[in-house]
């Protein structure tokens, strides 16, 4: 496979300048903040294991295509638990979550 010329590569370090990194969560996080993190992890997962783009998974939830950006930012703060659970039950009927 030969390397990526000069070209892609500069568009590559640009596309990547431009992108909100992930962010991490606090060690003093809550309970409910851990959750939150753990279900848009879950969204994170089913985009990279069915190979989707953020707009198709949007339009399979019946979202806006910003909000999804939100929960695979893990933007946690602008969302409670029951409803990203109601969106990710969309995805996996079955989910069991065990808060311990």
């Known amino acids: 496979m030969p390397l990526p010329s000069k070209k892609e590569l500069n568009r590559a370090r640009k596309k990547l300048a431009s992108v909100e990194p992930t962010r991490g969560l606090p060690e003093d996080a809550s309970k409910a903040d851990q959750l939150k993190y753990e279900l848009c992890k879950q969204f ?41 659970l109601d969106c990710l039950e969309k995805l996996k009927p079955n989910i069991r979550v065990t808060v311990a």
């Open 44 to 84: 994170v997962i089913y985009l990279r294991k069915h190979g989707m783009t953020q707009k198709e998974l949007a339009e399979q939830l019946d979202m806006e295509p910003a909000r999804l950006n939100e929960i695979v930012k893990y933007r946690i703060e602008l969302f409670a638990v029951d409803r990203l």
